[in-house]
């Protein structure tokens, strides 16, 4: 459990670090020119492919859920205990805060780095948007976004996907890359808790004001997700685990405990 929890840990802080940076650096620091495509895609790359590499880095390990909203959709489905995915949120929350800490602390050396100026790639909406997207607007398109990205991954490491899963790690990332493109110039683009309560700690102000829907919005997509997961693919048959107990010669064996998993 301990190796499962610094993965999640460490993947949350290295997608926060990476993908939040190039946001911040496409749209505060204007690094891609006054192309908003530019901006948008080079953010949605950035994001799909640092989470496609995590798949296949720390998924043997953890799962690679690097998101609230993905652990939630996978305890609901009924693949990790509660106390598991405890862990893991604790682990994510953590991990997207050290992320975000580590990128305010890069571009902070910077004599055109400004926190308020700047940013640090927040999500939000009203003027924060680049669309300038009303609240209601920011919220289905969150739980839209975040259902189909946790759906994915749900649908895609199932057992009946067992075949598709050398490639399941870029089914995921590339996912994740068509999310970013639609939903960057909407709000940002959450669909993870982590990512955004993170870099709203930072940066503070309207950002943290505003973060409580970028929590809220991917946990009801993940929630969602998984409904729709258990009606198309069903819940996992539970597993008879079963203790025994050699004597010492091996002559007999003694069941000492039978639980269900």
């Known amino acids: 459990m ?8 460490l993947g949350t802080a290295l997608l926060v670090f ?23 895609v080079a953010t949605a790359l950035t994001f799909g492919l640092v989470l496609m590499g995590l798949a296949y880095s720390i998924g043997p390990i953890s799962g690679c859920h690097v998101n609230p909203a993905v652990t939630l ?17 604790i682990a994510q929350f953590v991990g997207g805060i050290l992320g975000a800490l580590a990128l305010w602390g890069t571009f902070s050396t910077s004599p055109f780095y400004s926190r ?10 009203g003027s924060a948007s680049i669309l300038h997207i009303g609240m209601g607007g920011a919220f289905i398109a969150e739980v839209v976004l975040t259902t189909l990205f946790v759906f994915v ?40 808790p982590a990512r955004a309560l993170g870099p709203a700690l930072v940066v503070g102000g309207t950002a943290l004001k505003q973060v409580w829907l970028f929590i809220l919005a991917p946990l009801v997509g993940g929630v969602i997700a998984a409904l729709l997961h258990v009606a198309f693919y069903g819940r996992p048959e539970p597993v008879a685990l079963i203790a025994v107990e050699l004597d010492d010669d091996a002559e007999s064996v003694t069941v000492i405990e039978v639980a269900e998993e």
């Open 73 to 89: 959709g996978v305890w609901l489905s009924g693949r990790m205990s509660l106390d598991e995915a405890a862990g893991y949120w």
């Open 153 to 192: 991954i749900l649908a895609v490491t199932h057992k009946s996907a067992i075949g598709n899963a050398p490639t399941a790690g870029l089914v995921i990332g590339l996912t994740l890359t068509v999310v970013h493109l639609i939903g960057i110039p909407i709000t940002g683009t959450s669909v993870n």
């Open 18 to 40: 990476f993908g939040v940076g190039v946001a911040t650096l496409s749209f505060g620091f204007d690094a891609t020119g006054p192309s908003l495509s530019a901006g948008v």
């Open 116 to 125: 308020t100026r700047t940013g640090l790639g927040t999500d939000g909406w």
């Open 2 to 9: 301990t190796k499962k929890l610094g993965a999640e840990l």
